[in-house]
């Protein structure tokens, strides 16, 4: 399984662009990068995936760099709706998926 | 949202009974998984099933089982319900095989006393 490893917590302020990089230095040649967030007393929710390079979509750009050994996520212009933990997550394809999420990571907007 | 239901939404129980907790999906997906969250600990992996009565243990899966008849069922049971397994269980569903991404259900908060 490729682990990963996110800052624990990141503070910010409303307006301001976020980046959180996830280490995933096992990943393997198959797998796709995921992130999710989460809110208190909710499920996990999917922000955006990706394989390598630049994924955008309408909430979050992902960055990839070419050896594929960490990933960012970026959150243009966050508010305080964006205050939650945000966990990267690394597909393994092996045809029986285990997913394992690490600790993520505690964003704290403030205004 | 994908169609997950989790049930019950709350549970408290004594500790040495059984318990089962259910997860039903309506998108016929085949990947299923059960993790717990505890504070500090973030989603931890418990089972998964890659089809009907093909399962396989997570990084947390002693002192659970678990049950895949039915494509749209997977079921959790906590044979003898200990202290230590009071947390929130999320079921989550992949929509595509390896690399589609999960759909998690609003979780059950399950508590031993």
């Known amino acids: 399984l490729a682990k990963t490893t996110q800052p624990i917590s990141m503070d910010s302020y409303e307006g301001q662009e976020v980046n959180i990089t996830c280490s995933h230095n096992n990943i393997a040649t198959n797998d796709y990068i995921t992130w999710y967030q989460q809110f208190p007393s909710q499920g996990p929710r999917f922000i955006i995936q990706g394989y390598k390079t630049k994924v955008t979509n309408e909430v979050a750009s992902l960055f990839i760099p070419a050896d594929r050994k960490s990933s960012t996520l970026s959150l243009p212009r966050v508010s305080l709706s964006d205050t939650a933990v945000y966990y990267c997550l690394v597909g393994e394809d092996t045809g029986r998926r285990a997913l394992t999420f690490g600790s993520g990571t505690r964003l704290q907007v403030q205004p | 949202d994908a169609g997950i239901t989790q049930s019950p939404r709350h549970k408290v129980t004594e500790t040495g009974t059984p318990v089962t907790l259910r997860c039903h999906q309506t998108?016929?997906?085949?990947?299923m998984y059960w993790y717990r969250q505890d504070p500090g600990h973030g989603l931890r992996l418990i089972h998964y099933s890659y089809g009907v009565k093909d399962t396989d243990k997570g990084e947390v899966s002693d002192g659970y089982s678990v049950s895949r008849s039915k494509t749209e069922d997977f079921l959790l049971t906590l044979e003898s319900a200990t202290s230590s397994q009071t947390s929130v269980y999320f079921c989550?569903?992949?929509?595509?095989?390896?690399?589609?991404?999960?759909?998690f259900g609003n979780g059950t908060r399950l508590t031993v006393t």
């Open positions: 998108e016929n997906h085949r990947y």
């Open positions: 989550a569903i992949s929509e595509r095989d390896q690399t589609g991404p999960l759909h």
